[in-house]
C-alpha cells in the first residue's frame, strides 16, 4: 500500500516542477488561477477569530515573489480568508499582522493536480496516463520522466526519493490515482541506477 497524494507543495516546489518562477505563480494566484495558502497562529480578526490553514493574497506580499530574486524572504500578512469562505479577514491582533515566510507558502495538492489538468502540463488524458492500453503501466513513460528528471533537476536524494516521486507521477497521471509497487519501481529503476552508478548526488 502506497503512500497517499502530497497535502501540499511548497511554492518553489511547485515553481520547480512546472518550469516557471514563483512571480509567475503569484500572477496566476492573483488572477484567481490558483489558490495560495499558508498557516498561522490564532490570531484576531475583529469579532473572529482564525488559526491554522488560511488562504493568502500573494499581491499582499508581492516583494516576497520578485522573479529576479531580490526581495525580502518574509513579510507582515494583514489579509488571510479561511478554507472554502468567501470573505477576506483583516487581522486586528496582533497589530503588526503575522510574518509569513516564503518558504512557508505553499499550494494545495489537490489544487496543483486541478491546475495541471487545466493547462494539460503533462499530457494527461482523461482515461488515465498512469496505464497503458494493455493495463499495464506505462513504463516506457516513466522512463521519459526519469530521463527529463535528471536533465532538468539532476538526481535525487537517495534511491527511495526517486521511487516516492515516480509513484507520485504514476497516481497523478491516473484518473483514480493507482501507482506501481515499490519493487516494481525499484526493479525496472535498478539498470537505470546500475548505469548512472548512484549511490546519491554529488554535492
Not at 518558504?103 to 494545495?108: A, K, N, S
Request: negative net charge.
Amino acid at each position: 500500500m502506497g503512500l497517499p497524494q502530497r497535502v501540499f507543495y511548497t511554492i518553489h516546489e511547485a515553481a520547480a516542477r512546472w518550469g516557471c518562477t514563483v512571480s509567475d505563480i503569484a500572477g496566476w494566484a492573483g488572477t484567481g488561477s490558483l489558490r495560495i495558502v499558508t498557516g498561522i497562529p490564532p490570531v484576531e480578526c475583529a469579532d473572529k477569530r482564525a488559526s491554522g490553514l488560511v488562504q493568502i493574497q500573494p499581491m499582499d506580499i508581492l516583494p516576497i515573489f520578485r522573479r529576479c530574486g531580490t526581495g525580502p524572504q518574509s513579510a507582515h500578512l494583514h489579509r488571510i480568508r479561511l478554507p472554502d469562505d468567501d470573505e477576506w479577514l483583516y487581522i486586528s491582533a496582533p497589530e503588526a499582522g503575522v510574518i509569513v515566510s516564503i518558504g512557508d507558502v505553499m499550494i494545495l495538492g489537490e489544487d496543483v493536480q486541478i491546475f495541471e489538468d487545466a493547462h494539460n502540463l503533462f499530457g494527461r488524458i482523461a482515461e488515465g496516463a498512469g496505464l497503458s492500453e494493455e493495463g499495464d503501466y506505462d513504463w516506457p513513460a516513466m522512463n521519459v520522466e526519469i530521463t527529463r528528471r535528471v536533465f532538468e533537476e539532476g538526481l535525487p536524494a537517495s534511491q527511495n526519493e526517486w521511487i516516492r516521486e515516480l509513484q507520485d507521477w504514476f497516481a497523478a497521471r491516473s484518473e483514480g490515482g493507482a501507482f506501481p509497487d515499490e519493487r516494481s519501481i525499484r526493479r525496472r529503476l535498478k539498470p537505470i541506477l546500475d548505469a548512472l552508478k548512484f549511490k546519491k548526488p554529488k554535492r
